[in-house]
């Protein structure tokens, strides 16, 4: 079984701190992406990585930054938290060919700023 | 501008009948689908796929059906159970973008006894 973790399940941060996102995969896959969701607004995608050292922005990336040293290891990083960015963050890795797209997801990490 | 969507935000079902979930899409570069399955406080977990080359895929109980024409897919749920009370996201995703997914706002199932 695929298994993607993510390093807290529940974070509550203050305005204006750095705050970093972990999450490791242990199915050597290529692809890893990060997602915010919000009611009403379903699932974000704010980057995402198709290989070490690259990223690519998704649709929502301002406030945000990613790190991916080693391929099974993807971080999201606020790099000054607002209270907006309140919010249930997940992590996904997919394989890169095949021809199939399915993305597994870690458990979510809810990160409160106050 | 949303590009998948999910038009019911929550639908009430009862044990043993027909759940049947709807997903509208408007990029015609879409061609592959998917359908998730997400309990509170966990992530979402893969349930079924269709590619566009099909217009139906089955397994088990959940069926996905696609209608390119009109840029819509269901998923059926048959016989639903209370297990399956769930937020139910579709997504969508083009060859060749690294498998990208593309995914809608959900639909809040619930199945009651």
């Known amino acids: 079984d695929v298994k993607v973790t993510q390093s807290s399940r529940y974070l509550v941060k203050r305005t204006g701190e750095k705050v970093f996102l972990e999450c490791v995969q242990d199915?050597?896959?290529?692809?890893m992406f990060w997602y915010r969701q919000d009611p009403g607004l379903g699932l974000r995608l704010i980057y995402f990585?198709?290989?070490?050292?690259?990223?690519e922005k998704g649709d929502i990336p301002e406030g945000y930054s990613v790190s991916r040293e080693k391929k099974e290891r993807f971080s999201l990083i606020l790099e000054s938290a607002s209270t907006n960015q309140t919010s249930m963050y997940l992590c996904a890795s997919s394989l890169m060919t095949g021809g199939r797209y399915e993305q597994y997801f870690g458990p979510g990490t809810r990160l409160t700023v106050t | 501008d949303q590009q998948v969507k999910q038009n019911s935000p929550s639908l009430s079902v009862q044990e043993g009948r027909i759940s049947i979930l709807n997903c509208d899409y408007t990029n015609s570069m879409f061609d592959y689908f998917l359908w998730y399955k997400k309990y509170p406080a966990e992530g979402p977990t893969f349930l079924i796929s269709i590619s566009s080359i099909k217009d139906k895929n089955e397994d088990g109980r959940f069926t996905v059906f696609l209608n390119k024409s009109a840029k819509h897919l269901s998923l059926h749920i048959v016989p639903s159970q209370p297990g399956d009370s769930a937020v139910y996201f579709c997504a969508a995703s083009t060859t060749g973008t690294a498998s990208k997914l593309t995914f809608g706002t959900g639909t809040r199932l619930q199945v009651t006894l």
């Open positions: 199915m050597d896959h290529e692809n």
């Open positions: 990585s198709y290989d070490v050292k690259m990223k």
